[in-house]
Every structure is written in structure tokens, then in C-alpha cells.
């Protein structure tokens, strides 16, 4: 506690504000919480393309990039799984303070661990649900994770050995057995963009 005495926010002479204003929209960050296999990554890769092209300022965090160099060190403990998921909502709350509009994809399974996130991005927090059944996910086992969990090589896997808990109200719900992939980016836009509108 001792140690914390020393350290002390700095106050730059930028506002989001100002930064969103330069971007020309406001900032947010989209949540994609889903299983493996779900087709979280798919879906905030073909958004931000679509974002993108319209001079919209983005940036994707995918889970195995963040695991490959921001959380390297952690393994898959329950400990080491919320701090991984906390350094994720910390960076994407820096880059919302930056003015970007920020895309996460991440299995991020429990209500309690998105409540966090919630907490710690208040209003720029947006929840997207990719409501995929664990059959189709494990169809597509694109990873060969299933397999493994299945066989016992992985403890604590979402949706065969951890439970995953679906989301009470998020802003979008994704049912993909319902729609295609080009449907389900339609439906994110038209939620997102009317919320990143500067008002005049």
C-alpha cells in the first residue's frame, strides 16, 4: 500500500473529447464474448473492416495475440484468467481514451468477469453475445481444443470442463444459427453507428 503512495496520475492537456472530435466519432468498445470456436475473431475482424472503410479509427484485441505478449507469462489458472481478462480492460480503456473505436473478442465465459469489464469501462463498454451452440463449435474445432479438452489434455475448458455463462442482457445477442455472417456484421453497424455519432 506503502508503494502506491508514490505513484500519481498525470493530467495531459488533451481530452477524449477533443480526440474523439479529431477522429470524427466517439469511442467505444465492443465485446465479443462467445465460445472457442463461436466465431467471435471472425465477426470483430469483418466489423472493423467494415468500420474501416468508412474512416472510422479501430483497433481488434484477439486472445491468443494478447496471450503471444501483453499476458505472455500468464498461464490458465482462474487467477491468472481474470488477470488476463483485467490487463485486456485496461488497454482497451486506453485506447477509448485514445478515441478509437476498439473491437475485443474473447471467450471471457463468467458474468462476473464482463460485470468487471463494465466497471471498469462504464459507458464505452458494449456487450456483443455470438450465441453459438457447443455443437457447432466443436464441429468446427478449427483448433483442435475440443479434441483435446475432450481427451482430457486441457483442464478447465469453456463449455466441457468450465461452464460458460451466457450473457442476461447484452446490447447485441448474435444468434448465428439464425443468421450469416454478413447478416450478424449488418446488425452490429446498425447498433454501433448511430452510438458513435458525434452530436452536432
Known amino acids: 500500500m506503502a508503494e502506491k503512495l508514490h505513484i500519481i496520475e498525470h493530467s495531459f492537456g488533451i481530452t477524449r473529447a477533443e480526440r474523439e472530435c479529431a477522429n470524427g466519432h466517439k469511442a467505444i468498445c465492443l465485446w465479443f464474448t462467445g465460445l472457442s470456436g463461436s466465431g ?14 468508412k474512416g472510422i479509427k479501430t483497433f481488434v484485441l484477439d486472445g491468443d495475440n494478447v496471450r503471444n505478449g501483453l499476458s505472455k507469462g ?6 491468472d484468467r481474470d488477470e488476463n481478462l483485467r490487463r ?23 458474468i462476473r468477469e464482463r460485470q468487471m469489464l463494465r466497471d471498469l469501462l462504464g459507458s464505452s463498454f458494449y456487450e456483443i453475445f455470438v450465441d453459438t451452440s457447443i455443437e457447432v463449435c466443436e464441429q ?11 481427451a482430457g489434455e486441457i483442464s478447465n475448458f469453456t463449455g466441457i470442463s468450465s461452464p460458460f455463462e451466457a450473457p442476461l442482457s447484452p ?8 443468421q450469416t455472417l454478413d447478416e450478424s456484421v449488418n446488425l452490429v453497424l446498425e447498433n454501433i453507428l448511430p452510438k458513435i455519432q458525434l452530436s452536432n
Open 40 to 53: 467471435k475473431s471472425t465477426l470483430a475482424n469483418q466489423v472493423e473492416q467494415e468500420l474501416f472503410a
Open 140 to 150: 468446427r474445432d478449427v483448433k483442435g481444443l475440443y479434441k483435446k479438452a475432450r
Open 74 to 79: 500468464l498461464t490458465f489458472s482462474a487467477h
Open 171 to 178: 446490447e447485441i445477442h448474435l444468434v448465428t444459427a439464425a
Open 88 to 110: 485486456i480492460g485496461e488497454v482497451a480503456k486506453l485506447m477509448c481514451n485514445a478515441g478509437l473505436v476498439v473491437l475485443a473478442a474473447f471467450v471471457s465465459p463468467f
